[in-house]
């Protein structure tokens, strides 16, 4: 069978993105070319994932993206399916500092519903959407393939560090294993993966997606780690968009409480894989139509750059 050349493929693209057909064939080829072999990590999260219209563009932008000769590895959450299940079953949900306190009974309802429900979701859309590019996406978890290798986080107090938080069991990941994902890759497939791992002992434990993807993109030395959202990026006081982030301004806006809840994890993974080398981190708005490709290969400003 015969797929779509790259031309036709930015043709393809230009459908849903009004900038890319503006910009041309030949200074978007220019652009690709220079994400052509260069490792993406997408955290997928936030309304993307519940809105049927963004679940729909998002499938559409990472086959487009992986035809076009872009690299491109997913990472999911599953927050309101999770709420959904745990609402079902009489269990309510509990945070500490945007990580979900997780015990054995809440640990199984995870496991059940990210790598059940929301993996098996995720994949049949993106295959459906890249069967015309032949692209084939896998899922699998953390576990698979001892990928992640985590221990029981207990979590410092963001006000003062040297209170610790027992969440139960939730995974603070000490290693990565990036062999089977690359296997993947150089296969042609496109990876989907739970944030779920196991530690040393073989227990299951809950990893908070932000932090899974931002410490796979490390280890696989990603050229780029961009996490969905379900607001504009990192948002002031006022609720204006901050367009960069630093480690010193993030401190400050986690000491006046600008930062709190879920984004706490996704600013600390940021600018965890910045310091450690991925080379752009952006926090961007999953509800922005075709979020990806305008991220990629236009000069659209949809989130927060962050800066090492």
């Given at each position: 069978?015969?797929?779509?050349?790259?031309?036709?493929?930015?043709?393809?693209?230009?459908?849903?993105?009004?900038?890319?057909?503006?910009?041309?064939?030949?200074?978007?080829?220019?652009?690709?070319?220079?994400l052509?072999?260069?490792?993406?990590?997408?955290?997928?999260?936030?309304?993307?994932?519940?809105?049927?219209?963004?679940?729909?563009?998002?499938?559409?932008?990472?086959a487009l993206?992986?035809?076009?000769?872009?690299?491109v590895?997913?990472?999911?959450?599953?927050?309101?399916?999770?709420?959904?299940?745990?609402?079902?079953?009489?269990?309510?949900?509990?945070?500490?500092?945007?990580?979900?306190?997780?015990?054995?009974?809440?640990?199984?309802?995870?496991d059940?519903?990210l790598?059940?429900?929301?993996?098996?979701?995720?994949?049949?859309?993106?295959?459906?959407?890249?069967?015309?590019?032949?692209?084939?996406?896998?899922?699998?978890?953390?576990?698979?393939?001892?990928m992640?290798?985590?221990?029981?986080?207990?979590?410092?107090?963001?006000?003062?560090?040297e209170?610790?938080?027992?969440?139960?069991?939730?995974?603070?990941?000490?290693?990565?294993?990036?062999a089977?994902?690359?296997?993947?890759?150089?296969?042609?497939f496109?990876?989907?993966?739970?944030?779920?791992?196991?530690?040393?002992?073989?227990?299951?434990?809950?990893?908070?997606?932000?932090?899974?993807?931002?410490?796979?993109?490390?280890?696989?030395?990603?050229?780029?780690?961009?996490?969905?959202?379900?607001?504009?990026?990192?948002?002031?006081?006022?609720g204006?968009?901050?367009?960069?982030?630093?480690?010193?301004?993030?401190?400050?806006?986690?000491?006046?409480?600008?930062?709190?809840?879920?984004?706490?994890?996704?600013?600390?993974?940021?600018?965890?894989?910045?310091?450690?080398?991925?080379?752009?981190v952006?926090?961007?708005?999953?509800?922005?139509?075709?979020?990806l490709?305008?991220?990629?290969?236009?000069?659209?400003?949809?989130?927060?750059?962050?800066?090492?």
């Open positions: 069978m015969l797929y779509l050349s790259v031309p036709e493929l930015i043709a393809e693209a230009a459908n849903f993105v009004p900038a890319i057909k503006a910009a041309g064939v030949t200074a978007t080829s220019e652009r690709l070319t220079q052509q072999d260069k490792k993406i990590v997408v955290k997928y999260g936030g309304n993307a994932m519940t809105d049927e219209t963004l679940q729909q563009q998002f499938a559409q932008d990472v993206l992986t035809a076009m000769g872009v690299p590895v997913v990472v999911h959450g599953g927050g309101p399916q999770i709420d959904a299940m745990l609402k079902r079953v009489g269990i309510e949900g509990q945070f500490v500092q945007g990580m979900r306190v997780t015990d054995a009974d809440t640990m199984g309802i995870v059940g519903v790598c059940g429900n929301v993996q098996g979701q995720i994949v049949n859309l993106i295959n459906q959407a890249g069967k015309s590019y032949g692209v084939r996406a896998v899922g699998m978890s953390g576990k698979d393939g001892r992640v290798r985590v221990k029981r986080m207990h979590l410092p107090d963001v006000q003062n560090p209170i610790e938080h027992d969440i139960g069991l939730v995974g603070e990941v000490i290693g990565v294993d990036t089977l994902i690359e296997n993947l890759l150089d296969g042609d496109l990876p989907v993966i739970s944030p779920i791992a196991a530690d040393d002992q073989g227990v299951t434990h809950n990893v908070n997606a932000d932090v899974a993807a931002g410490e796979i993109a490390c280890a696989m030395h990603a050229n780029k780690l961009m996490l969905l959202t379900n607001i504009k990026g990192v948002l002031d006081k006022q204006e968009l901050i367009a960069n982030i630093d480690s010193a301004s993030a401190t400050a806006l986690k000491a006046d409480g600008t930062l709190y809840g879920g984004m706490l994890p996704k600013i600390d993974s940021a600018l965890d894989a910045s310091q450690r080398g991925v080379g752009a952006h926090i961007v708005d999953g509800r922005v139509p075709h979020v490709l305008q991220c990629l290969l236009t000069d659209a400003d949809v989130g927060t750059a962050i800066r090492v």
